[in-house]
C-alpha cells in the first residue's frame, strides 16, 4: 500500500542534501505530496508536485508503480532509482536530460534593470493578475505558468508572475511554477509565434527584480540549453546535467 505521509521530518534525511525546491516545498508542506508505504519508518519516499516526481530513499516498485495517471517526470535520485523506473516502465518511458542550475547567484540589478528594458514597441510588461490567470488557464502554452497552485485565489495571494501583452493578449510570461517558504520554481513560456523577441527575457527579468525585491530567491532549473542559454543571460551559473524519465 501507498500512503500519503503527513510528518515530512520521517523521510527529511532521505533526501540529503538533494538541492530541489519542489521537494522543498514538499517538505515544508507548503505545495506538493508526499507518498510512502511505510509512515511509521519509511525507507523509501516519492515527493510530487506539478508535473514532477522525486524518488529517494531505497528503491521501491511499489512507489514508482503508483505514479497518478498522465505525463510525469519521473527524477531518480540515483541510477539504482533510473533502473527500477526503467523496469517498472518498459517501452514507455524516455530518458532525457536536464540542467541544474546554481542556487546561490548573486544577482546584478542594473543588469536584470536594462533586460528588463528591452521591450518591444507595442507590448506591455505586467504582473498577472486575476484576468491574466483566466488567460494563462485558457491557452494550452501558457497554462504552467499558474497552474500547479489548487486555484486563482492560491496564485495570486502566494504566486508571482509577469507577463506581457499585446492588444490585451497574453504572449509571453515568467512565473512561480511552485513555492517555498524562501522562493519560487522559475517557469517561463512564450507563444511560438511570439518567440525569438526577447520577450521572455523580459519578463524574467522582471521577475526575478520583483522576487529580489520581496526577499524571495527565483530558483531556476532548465529543461533544455536553450533555457541554461537564458538562465545564463540573466546571471545564474550553470551547474551539472541529471537525467529524468518523461513517462505517458
Known amino acids: 500500500m501507498v500512503y500519503t505521509l503527513t510528518d515530512p521530518e520521517k523521510v527529511r534525511p532521505l533526501f540529503g542534501s538533494w538541492e530541489e525546491t519542489m521537494i ?35 528503491p521501491c516498485r511499489e512507489l514508482v508503480e503508483s505514479k497518478r495517471p498522465g505525463f510525469l ?14 523496469a517498472c516502465f518498459p517501452g514507455r518511458c524516455r530518458r532525457v536530460t536536464r540542467y ?25 510588461l505586467q504582473r498577472i493578475d486575476s484576468t491574466l490567470y483566466d488567460q494563462c488557464m485558457e491557452n494550452a502554452w501558457s497554462r504552467d ?6 486555484s486563482r485565489e492560491a496564485f495570486l495571494r ?20 511552485t513555492r517555498y517558504r524562501e522562493g519560487i520554481e522559475v517557469e517561463v513560456d512564450t507563444r511560438r509565434d511570439y518567440r525569438r523577441r526577447s520577450l521572455a527575457t523580459v519578463c524574467s527579468a522582471a521577475l526575478i527584480l ?22 545564463e543571460k540573466l546571471g545564474y551559473t550553470f551547474s551539472h546535467e541529471y537525467p529524468v524519465y518523461e513517462v505517458e
Open 24 to 58: 522543498i516545498s514538499c517538505l515544508q508542506r507548503v505545495m506538493g505530496t508526499l507518498y510512502v508505504t511505510d509512515t511509521g519508518h519509511p525507507k523509501s519516499v516519492m515527493a510530487v508536485l506539478g508535473d514532477f516526481a522525486f524518488f529517494a530513499g531505497r
Open 73 to 86: 517526470i519521473l527524477v531518480p535520485q540515483d541510477e539504482a532509482w533510473a533502473h527500477m523506473i526503467e
Open 100 to 124: 541544474a542550475i546554481r542556487k546561490d547567484t548573486v544577482f546584478d540589478r542594473d543588469r536584470l534593470r536594462s533586460l528588463k528594458s528591452r521591450l518591444p514597441e507595442g507590448c506591455l
Open 145 to 150: 505558468l499558474v497552474s500547479v497552485f489548487p
Open 158 to 177: 502566494d504566486g508571482l508572475g509577469m507577463a506581457v501583452t499585446v492588444n490585451g493578449r497574453i504572449v509571453s510570461g515568467a512565473s512561480s511554477y
Open 210 to 231: 520583483s522576487c529580489l525585491d520581496l526577499g524571495l530567491y527565483p530558483s531556476w532549473d532548465a529543461q533544455n540549453l536553450w533555457s541554461v542559454c537564458l538562465a
